[in-house]
Each structure stands twice: as structure tokens, then as C-alpha cells.
């Protein structure tokens, strides 16, 4: 910084002395460091290929890589070859995907993670109650696709608070939410605050749908974000929690966010007059591609990185039965 406070630059414009937020936690969850791994010890197990269901988490360069190594994502199980291998995604997958591999003879390893088989769960059991079940998400999200596939003349989407008009149930008196767990901690809140407005009686999941993962990484961009001229959030489009953070960091007071998948996407102009760039990744974000954007911003000036803890995590699941069962083998 000059005396006077103004931005000094180098001879071709690059910003000197500007300084980074970098959020903690960010990147994988145990959710998708748990699926990845279950590829990848699945490849070493098996050989390739291996078939996948879907991405196996929402982010372009891990099934880039994973597909280097033997990989093969398909849209459904008739994909597959009969008698192959078949890993479902860690969003879940409805009941009926998986009666279909049976009737192939797929042998199935479901990387769904816990969190959402805790969702898929609670439906079940709300269902067979007799339940109303109001899933809040998002239309198409194949975490949602899987839930409702779990009850699907229970269920009901709602796709955020304008969505809330739309509902219509049996018994106003017996209904329940749930929650896609990649969503807005904010817009969810407000979302169900619209539906108790319609439905008093309203009732909540037994514990937060909404994972431990999504809620820390939404924190941590809240505590940069009033702070930052500009957030740049590592992840792909395609990831719900990913597209959150970019939007919880313009909520909670940042000039400008942006979601890139690599540094390369990053263009120069964003940087100009910017003083502090916020840094934090979607929960399917290898740190790689952060430490690519941290070398990116260093080459143009930005080169004191503050690191920021919100919350320590210690998360850890056990990779899926039907792999640790082959791996003792």
C-alpha cells in the first residue's frame, strides 16, 4: 500500500501487497473423501474398469482423474455391462436403481454417504407413518431424485421459499420436512419459517438434514466474506454446496464471488482495485485446485495468505461394507 492508501501496482498492473482469506475448514467432506476412495480401492481391488453411476461427487476434476485411472460414469445401471461392477454416487440412489442392478446381476458398492442414507431413512420411516414428507431442495439434484425415490406418494418437493404457494397436503396436521444436505443453511431456515407460516404444526427432522460439512464450510465463508473485496469458492457448477458458498459470501458482505473449477478460469480483471481475495473450496474440491488459485493470486501480488479456522472437523466414515468385505478377503 502507498501512504495514501491507494492500490500500488507493478510495472504491468499486478497488485502488490494484497492479501488472502483463506477459509477453514473447506474441500472434502468425509462424505466424498469416503467415495472417492471407494473408487479408488475399488480399481486396485478389481482392476478396470469400474462402472459409476453418476458422478461420483460433483466435481469436474476428480472424475477426470478417476477416469484416468479406469473409471467409467454412466447415466444409469443399463449402462453397465450384465455382471460388471457398479459404484452408486455418494448423492444416493432411489430403491428402484437398486432392484434394476439386481435384475442385471451387477455387483453393487453404494458410496452413498451417511448423512444422506440418514435422510433416505427418515423418509422411510415418516412414510410409513403415514406422513406428508415436504423435501426441501433443489428440482432434478440427484440427491433429491434418490430421497423422493424412497416414498415417492409421500413426498413432495419444495424448491426454496417461492415454491412454499405450491404445497398442498392431506393432513395439515401431519406433516413433516426434510432437506436435500447440501442447501443454504439461510434459505432453508427461511424456507421452512414460510412453511410453518402455512402449517403451524409442522414438524422437524429428528436431527439438522442439512450436513455437518455444508453448515462449516457456509461459517467459515461468513466469517471472510465481510472482510473480502472479492471470494473465489473452488468448485464445479454442478455442486449445490459449491454454488451455496459463492452465494452465502455475497450475502454476508463481499464485493464480488466467483466459482472456478481450476486457477486458469480466474481472469485478471476480477482483481483490479481488489485489496483482500477470500479463498475457499465446495466440499467435492480436492485441495490441488486451492493450491493452484493460492499460486495464481501469489504471481499477481497477493501473496499474504491468512488462514482462518472456524471450526476444527473430525469427521471419518468407514469406506461401504460391500468393498471393507472384499478388502479383508
Known sequence: MTATGTRETGEQGTAKGGKVLLAKPRGYCAGVDRAVQTVEKA???????????KQIVHNKHVVKTLEGLGAIFVDETDDVPEGAIVIFSAHGVAPVVHDKAA??????????????TKVHREAVRFAKDDFDILLIGHQGHPEVIGTSGEAPAHIQLVDGPADVSNVTVRDPDKIVWLSQTTLSVDET??????????????QSP???DICYATQNRQTAIREIAARADLVIVVGSRNSSNSV????????YGAKDGRLVDYAEEIDPAWLEGVETVGVSSGASAPDILVRGVLDFLAAHGYDDVEEIESVKEHMVFALPHELRKDLRA
Open 43 to 53: 480399481l486396485e481391488l478389481y482392476g478396470a474398469p469400474v462402472y459409476v453411476r
Open 189 to 202: 431456515n427461511e424456507t421452512v419459517d414460510a412453511l410453518r407460516e402455512r402449517f403451524p404444526s409442522l
Open 206 to 208: 429428528p436431527s439438522d
Open 103 to 116: 435384475e442385471r446381476n451387477l455387483k453393487t458398492i453404494d458410496a452413498t454417504c451417511p448423512l444422506v
Open 244 to 251: 451455496r458458498l459463492v452465494e452465502v459470501a455475497k450475502d
